[in-house]
C-alpha cells in the first residue's frame, strides 16, 4: 500500500464525513480514541469542533420539533444491498434506486443527519458546490441527491460505525469487531437503537413506500437487521477475493488520506484488510442460515455486470418483488448511462499476501466458487 496525503488532507473540512457530527458524539469518540490526533490533523479536527458546536442548537431544534413524529414512523419492507466494499454494492444500489417504489439515503441525508429536515435548500445548495463530483477511490459519480451509504449518517449520530475506522485507523480493527461484527451485545443494542430512529426518518421524510439501503459494513449485520425489520429483504453481492482484496487496498490509500486523523501503518492496513474480511463474511455466511429463500438473493459481481438487468429480474422474483416490469426501463436506461465507465485496473496480489489470503479466505473461495491461485 502506498499512502499520499496533500495539504487539503490536512485541513479540508467540507470533504470530511464527520462534518454533522454532533458535539456529543464527536467528544464521546475523541475520548475513545484517547484524543490521538496527529498534530498535522490537528486544523481538520478543529475544524469539526466548531462546527459541532456551532450546529448544536440547529440539532437539537430538529430533534425536538420531528423526534416523537419520527419515533412512530414503520418501517415497511426495506430492501438492503450487502457486500463487502469493493465488490459492486454501489452499481448495483445505483441501479435499484431507479425504481419508483424505493426512498433512500441521498449523500446530503446522510452527511447531515441531525438535520436535513429543517435545511433543505442554502446548506444543500453550499455543499453540493464544494463536492467532488466523482468518489475517489474509482471515480464513480457522486452528487449531493446521489445513493449513498447509510454508514456515513451513523459515524455522526452513533458510537458504531464502520467510518471511525477511517479516522481512527490505529484502532480500526477493534472498531471493526465493536461496530460491524458486534463482539459485545451493548454496542450491538447501540447501534440498533441509533439505526433505527435513521432510517424512520429517512421514512418520515420521504414518506416512503419501501427504503432501499446500501452499507457494505451491513453485510456483518445481518442478524441484527433481521431482528429489527422481521420483513426485510437482503440481495447479497460477492466479488472474486483477490479483486476485492486489491480493490480495498486502493479504496484505502484514496480515503484514509481524507478521513484520517492519526498517520496510517501500511502493514497494519494489510494485515486489517484480511482479518475484516475473514470475520465479516464468517459471520456472514452464518447469520444467512436463519433467513428463508424468500428474504435473500446472491449475485455473483462478475455475472452482473454482464447481464445487470436480467439478474435484477432473478432477483425480484425470488424476493416477491412486484415492480420490476415497471422499472424495467428505468434500469435498462441507467445501465446505459453507465456504459462508458472505465473500471481501475489492478497489478496483482503479492506473493506473500496472496498465500496468507488463500489460507484465512479459504471457505470464502469454496462458499462463492472462485478458484485459489498458488
Do not use: C
Not at 481538520?44 to 466548531?50: E, N, V
Not at 442548537?57 to 450487502?82: A, G, N, Q
Amino acid at each position: 500500500m502506498n499512502f499520499k496525503f496533500k495539504f487539503s488532507d490536512y485541513t479540508s473540512f467540507f470533504k470530511h464525513p464527520a462534518m454533522g457530527i454532533s458535539i456529543h458524539n464527536w467528544v464521546l469518540l475523541l475520548n475513545k480514541h484517547r484524543f490521538n490526533i496527529y498534530i498535522g490533523f490537528i486544523p481538520k479536527a478543529s475544524l469539526i469542533t466548531f462546527f459541532a458546536l456551532f450546529n448544536s442548537p440547529f440539532h437539537l431544534f430538529e430533534y425536538l420539533r420531528f423526534s416523537s413524529r419520527i419515533k412512530k414512523v414503520k418501517i415497511k419492507t426495506p430492501v438492503f444491498v450487502l457486500g463487502h466494499p469493493r465488490s459492486g454494492t454501489t452499481y448495483l444500489n445505483n441501479i435499484l434506486s431507479k425504481d419508483p417504489v424505493f426512498s433512500y439515503s441521498a449523500t446530503y441525508d446522510v452527511l447531515t443527519p441531525h438535520i436535513f429536515l429543517t435545511f433543505k435548500k442554502g446548506l444543500k445548495l453550499m455543499m453540493s458546490k464544494a463536492m467532488p463530483s466523482t468518489r475517489p477511490q474509482d471515480n464513480m459519480k457522486l452528487s449531493i441527491n446521489s445513493p449513498n451509504e447509510e454508514e456515513f449518517a451513523m459515524a455522526n449520530i452513533s458510537q458504531t460505525s464502520y467510518m471511525h475506522g477511517f479516522f481512527f485507523p490505529k484502532d480500526i480493527l477493534q472498531n471493526f469487531k465493536e461496530s460491524v461484527v458486534f463482539n459485545d451485545t451493548k454496542f450491538s443494542n447501540h447501534w440498533k437503537k441509533r439505526y433505527d430512529f435513521f432510517l424512520k426518518k429517512l421514512a418520515y421524510k420521504y414518506t416512503a413506500q419501501q427504503l432501499l439501503l446500501k452499507s457494505p459494513a451491513n453485510t456483518g449485520r445481518l442478524k441484527e437487521i433481521a431482528e429489527l425489520y422481521p420483513d426485510a429483504k437482503f440481495i447479497h453481492i460477492y466479488r472474486n477475493p483477490y479483486d476485492v482484496y486489491l480493490s480495498t487496498e486502493r479504496l484505502y490509500e484514496k480515503v484514509l488520506p481524507i478521513t484520517s486523523f492519526q498517520q496510517v501503518d501500511n502493514k497494519k492496513m494489510e494485515t486489517y484488510i484480511i482479518e475484516a474480511y475473514a470475520l465479516l463474511y464468517k459471520k456472514y455466511l452464518l447469520d444467512k442460515k436463519q433467513l428463508p429463500k424468500e428474504q435473500l438473493f446472491e449475485i455473483k459481481y462478475e455475472d452482473f455486470v454482464k447481464n445487470p438487468v436480467e439478474t435484477i429480474e432473478k432477483a425480484y422474483h425470488q424476493l416477491g418483488l412486484k415492480t420490476f416490469k415497471e422499472a424495467e426501463q428505468l434500469f435498462k436506461n441507467e445501465v446505459n448511462a453507465e456504459k462508458d465507465y472505465v473500471k481501475n485496473s489492478y497489478a496483482t496480489v503479492p506473493p506473500s499476501i496472496k498465500k496468507i489470503i488463500n489460507e484465512k479466505w479459504k471457505f470464502a473461495f469454496d462458499e462463492f466458487g472462485y478458484p485459489i491461485e498458488n
